[in-house]
Every structure is written in C-alpha cells, then in structure tokens.
C-alpha cells in the first residue's frame, strides 16, 4: 500500500524545545517537501529535496533544519528559533512529473 | 514573487447546486493543479493540467487551463455534502525548480 506517512497526527511541545516531524514515502518518489498551513492561509513552502543529501530552502525556512539521508525519509525539526511554530506541517513527495502529493499532516501546538 | 489570487474565498450552496471557482495570475504557468482538502487532512490532488485551454474532467469536476495560461477554473456539478472542503489552486512555472505557488484557497459548504 503505497503513501506517505507522516507521524504523530498530533505534537505538543513547551516553548524553547526542538521538535522532530517525521515523513516517509514508499512511493520510490526523488522530491519531497515541507509545507505549513496557517488558517485561511495556502501552503508555505519550508524546505524542500529533489535527490537524497540534498535540499533546498524554501520560502519560510528560519527557524527550521531537515536532513535527507534515505530517499525514503524527509524529517523537519522545528527549533526554538522559529518565532510562530504552532501550524499544521504537511510533507509531499513528487515524482518525474510535476504533481505532488500529500502525507495526512501533523498539527504541531507549542505552548 | 508570483501570486495566486484565488476566488472566491468561501461559498455556501444547498445540494443539487453546481460550483465553480478560479485562480487567476499575472505570470503565466505551465502546469495547473486542483487540490481538496478536508479537515485535519492533507490536500488530495483531483485534477492537473498541462496545456493551455486543456479541458480535464474527473467525475463531476471539470477544470480548465486558461487559453492565457494565466488563469484556471474548477466547475463540481451537481455537489453532494462530501464536495464540503477546501479547494486549492497550485501552479507550476518554467524556471520555478519544481516548487509550486498556491492559491490561499476556496472553502465549499453544501447544505443538504
């Protein structure tokens, strides 16, 4: 059964503590991105990795690090500098062509 | 950088109704994509074009990729309680290393 997992669907954590947002794809897809979904708001893009060992900033990345080790596997941490991390964290993979799809999301709350 | 001005915001419709919204741009995109998301989920791609004027149906979903390449359209016909959610429109231009721009997004409410 081919997807992207993301995991946990939900994530508290106090101010001041890195947090770890895991995404995996068994879809054999090269791209995968990181998104944040603020209410009323499109998706943002954070970071993104068109080959493992390699990735890209995207429009919002202060405040956030990813590393792409395994071409299966695209995890965000979310460090105590991003100022506003409380949102809904969507990851995508993409394959040759230019569709992407989506992983179910992680609702991060930090308080 | 490039925007996507999508239209409108919310509607709310009785069922039966058909619906239809837009994105539209001052940059010209190759690739149009329609998106639906419903709560606490990730969006679920439903349609994606690829050349101007492009007519792509999925059931009762129609989209269109404008002649103009500037713009597109997403007609549901006849919408059922489950059409509740929201619709992104994300494009894609030549140049743009893959990364797609979005549209902030249409919120469909049908009343049975």
């Known amino acids: 059964d081919g997807g992207i997992t993301q995991s946990p669907k939900y994530l508290f954590r106090k101010e001041g503590q890195n947090v770890t947002l895991s995404c995996e794809q068994n879809l054999n897809h090269d791209a995968m991105y990181w998104y944040r979904q603020d209410p009323g708001q499109g998706l943002r893009l954070i970071y993104y990795?068109?080959?493992?060992?390699?990735?890209q900033k995207g429009d919002i990345a202060e405040g956030y690090s990813v590393s792409r080790e395994k071409k299966e596997s695209f995890p965000l941490t979310v460090t105590s500098a991003q100022k506003n991390p409380t949102a809904f964290y969507l990851c995508?993979?993409?394959?040759?062509?230019?569709?992407?799809?989506f992983g179910p999301g992680t609702r991060l709350t930090v308080t | 950088g490039q925007q996507l001005n999508q239209s409108p915001q919310s509607m709310f419709i009785q069922e039966g109704e058909d619906v239809s919204m837009n994105c539209t741009s001052s940059?010209?995109?190759?690739?149009w994509l329609w998106y639906k998301q419903e709560p606490g989920e990730g969006p679920v791609l439903l349609i994606a074009?690829?050349?101007?004027?492009e007519l792509t149906s999925n059931g009762r979903l129609t989209a269109q990729f404008g002649i103009t390449r500037k713009d597109s359209f997403l007609n549901i016909s006849a919408s059922i309680p489950s059409d509740v959610g929201i619709y992104f429109c994300a494009g894609l231009s030549g140049g743009s290393n893959y990364k797609l721009t979005f549209g902030k997004g249409t919120l469909l409410t049908v009343n049975p």
């Open positions: 995508a993979s993409r394959d040759y062509g230019h569709e992407q799809y």
């Open positions: 074009l690829y050349k101007a004027g």
């Open positions: 990795s068109q080959i493992v060992n390699d990735f």
């Open positions: 940059s010209i995109f190759n690739t």
